[in-house]
């Protein structure tokens, strides 16, 4: 399953590079995502729009070493938020956020190469601890001949859960960790002149650490687990901007206790299937949308399958050559540490449109919407966000942003219903 945002803090910043931190309270076991381009978290990038020119004099330069080229960054953030809490009534408190990062790209005549190096320290100052997060992650491409490549990658994610997910340990001093491991390989091409082709497989290794309560400790050890996922994708090119396309994937959950906690066999197997057509008709629309159904069998058997019909899709659509809409739709399956639900449903949709109001300034504005529903329990969390931003590029080091969003949550629970207002500045350093 892909993560699933968690964190009020991180949701309410989206413009800063994701906190870990707010992907930490599900399993990661990859579904069948779409082929939108995200961040090294996961999220959906937000295209910004540029008048089209062939050097971007405000694109970091980089440092060369040898056949790579570096480029680090700093972002700082401060900013306050009427509801830290994310409770009903929940006080206001300032924050501030520090995300360093290094990208390292190849520059290779051919195959390429990438690692990223991100972290992230989350305060709120109102006396709570901080919250770290950060992630390493490696990838390569090989070309083959006849247009053939492989693609291969690994990474490491280490964040923490979130006191308002609903499988957070109950009466926990701190957010316990939560650490990650993900390794893919794909092998992908073309055949018979319009036959595009992509087998796949994944291993990803999820390990949360024990929490304490009152100086109890909390035993989550029953949650560890590994799953393994194999992909199939089979398109054909209509048109060179148009490629319908069918994909099926199977994968397999194994805990590595097969009873848990609360002697439930929480092991399962899973199956998906999508069908949708892949645009590519740039620079007015590009990105995919597809249908399908996805289904989780548990090995105890009274866990109920989860089973739903999905829609994923990312879309980019350039109306104009200073405006740039981006579309981005998920349906995932997520497990559930419960003993009365197997897991939840979860539908995720937004949209951000950018404008290139000058050369070097940005205008943003997002929303957004995510439903959980949790099989068993009858509980249904939906989420709403809304803001805007302004983004000024000085120079090619120095960008400057401020934004203001305001979130509100419903729930069949009233006591996880809140609101909140946030409003930040931004600093990145970039080289």
């Known amino acids: 399953m892909r993560l699933v945002s968690a964190s009020l803090l991180a949701a309410l910043v989206a413009a800063v590079p994701s906190a870990v931190a707010a992907q930490a309270d599900v399993g990661l076991r990859p579904g069948i995502p779409p082929e939108g381009e995200v961040d090294a978290f996961g999220n959906p990038v937000v ?55 290094l990208l390292i790209q190849s520059d290779w005549a051919r195959h390429e190469a990438t690692v990223r190096l991100a972290g992230e320290y989350d305060q709120t100052f109102d006396g709570s601890a901080g919250s770290p997060s950060g992630e390493a992650e490696a990838t390569l491409r090989i070309d083959h001949a006849d247009g053939w490549w492989t693609d291969l990658g690994a990474g490491y994610i280490y964040s923490q859960q979130s006191s308002t997910d609903p499988d957070f340990p109950a009466g926990a001093d701190q957010s316990p960790g939560l650490h990650g491991l993900v390794a893919s390989a794909a092998f992908s091409g073309r055949a018979g002149g319009r036959g595009v082709f992509t087998v796949e497989g994944s291993v990803d290794r999820a390990m949360y650490d024990n929490a304490t309560a009152g ?65 590519d008709h740039d620079p007015f629309l590009s990105g995919e949308v597809a249908v399908g159904y996805a289904e989780e069998r548990f090995d105890d058997p009274t866990l109920a399958s989860l089973g739903v019909l999905t829609f994923d899709g990312s879309l980019v659509w350039a109306p104009t050559e200073l405006t740039t809409i981006t579309f981005n739709g998920a349906t995932s399956l997520e497990p559930s540490a419960d003993p009365v639900s197997s897991g939840s449903v979860v539908y995720d949709g ?51 942003t401020a934004g203001y969003e305001h979130e509100w949550q419903e729930s069949t629970d009233p006591t996880r219903a809140y609101q909140a207002d946030v409003v930040r500045v931004e600093l990145r350093m970039q080289r």
């Open 215 to 279: 100086g109890v400790p909390v035993d989550q050890s029953d949650r560890n687990n590994t799953a393994f996922t194999a992909r199939l994708r089979a398109g054909y090119e209509v048109t060179p901007s148009l490629t319908p396309f069918v994909e099926v994937a199977v994968s397999r959950s194994l805990f590595d206790r097969t009873i848990d906690n609360d002697g439930l066999a929480r092991s399962s197997t899973g199956y998906a299937w999508r069908t949708g057509v892949a645009i």
């Open 47 to 101: 295209v910004v729009p540029r008048p089209p020119e062939e050097d971007d004099p405000y694109a970091p330069l980089g440092i060369r070493a040898g056949g790579l080229l570096l480029f680090p960054a700093l972002t700082t953030t401060l900013g306050y938020n009427t509801n830290a809490d994310a409770a009903p009534g929940g006080a206001g408190a300032a924050f501030g956020v520090l995300v360093p990062e």
């Open 350 to 400: 937004s949209v951000d449109l950018a404008y290139a109001w000058r050369r070097n300034v940005t205008l943003t504005g997002t929303a957004g919407a995510t439903q959980e529903r949790h099989q068993g329990t009858g509980l249904v969390d939906t989420n709403y966000s809304a803001g805007f931003s302004a983004t000024w590029r000085m120079n090619r080091t120095h960008h400057f």
